[in-house]
């Protein structure tokens, strides 16, 4: 071997985090249920490292087109208010995130789920099963045709009924941009009485909230709702340091 070799570095790229009064607390005491998973010591953040960074794979050709459309299952036509559910996956820096797997779950169009713990005396029905999923595409853009969940009760206090909402779980370019979080809609009476709800900071609280979309209502078809969310963390250039604990 001649001459000389430069030593090559892997160089990671790192994401934000989000400031401490700007997440949605793990123990809130009207969300009762949340006293009994919440930790009683303060959680640490653990340092960004290979496993953290680097993107999941996720097998994007096991995605089917007909994941993204709940209203058919079993043979047949969910029953229920239809809706279209789109919008983008963005990262902090409001740039699109291209290839997020995006997969949702909700009660059917009477509040139920099918759940093996959910028996409330509402219906199952036989062509919903609540669950959906998509990959965004070059812009970030996911969309969803789904009927409109029904509020259900829930037992954390008298008469404590979930507003309507649909569940979300997002993959973006790393473990460390994994969001779970919940899309609730415009003006929903039970807002006002709903912890779950309520533990979003006031600030943020309208970010959980669709819009109603009349320009990508169908007519004659289907309602629409907007709803753009914003993965934690930026995803910066690649660059090379080793003056924090945060790449590893
Ligand atoms: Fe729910």
């Known amino acids: 071997m001649t ?32 006293a009994l998973r919440a930790p009683l010591r303060t959680p640490v953040d653990l340092p960004h490292r290979l496993t953290e960074v680097t993107g999941p794979v996720l097998g994007e050709d096991r995605v089917l087109p007909q994941d993204a459309d709940l209203t058919l299952r079993n043979g047949g036509e969910a029953i229920g208010q239809r809706i ?7 990262d902090s820096d409001g740039r699109p995130v291209p290839d997020a797997l995006v997969e ?25 099963d609540g669950l959906g999923r998509v990959v965004t595409d070059s812009l970030g853009r996911y969309e969803f045709m789904t009927v409109k969940p029904g509020a259900y009760p829930w037992g954390n206090h008298h008469n404590a009924w979930r507003p309507a909402h649909i569940h979300f779980s997002l993959f973006g370019r790393a473990f460390t ?10 003006d929903d009476p039970l807002f006002g009485q709903d912890p779950i709800f309520n533990a979003i900071p006031p600030v943020a609280r309208h970010r959980a909230v669709s819009r109603y979309s009349l320009e990508r209502t169908q007519d004659n078809w289907a309602l629409a709702f907007e709803w753009d969310i914003v993965l934690r963390g930026t995803d910066q250039t690649p660059f090379e340091t080793d003056d924090d604990g945060d790449v590893a």
Do not use: C
């Not at 070799?5 to 249920?33: H, M």
């Not at 279209?84 to 963005?90: A, C, K, M, S």
């Open 84 to 90: 279209l559910v789109y919008g983008r996956v963005l």
């Open 104 to 128: 949702v779950w909700q009660a059917n169009a009477a509040g139920r789920y099918r759940h093996v713990a959910d028996n409330w005396p509402a219906p199952l029905d036989p062509h919903f």
């Open 3 to 34: 001459g000389t070799t430069s030593e090559s570095r892997l160089i990671l790229p790192r994401y934000l985090r989000e400031p401490a009064e700007k997440r949605t607390p793990v123990g809130f005491p009207d969300y009762r249920s949340t």
């Open 177 to 186: 941009q994994r969001l779970v979080t919940q899309m609730y809609f415009p």
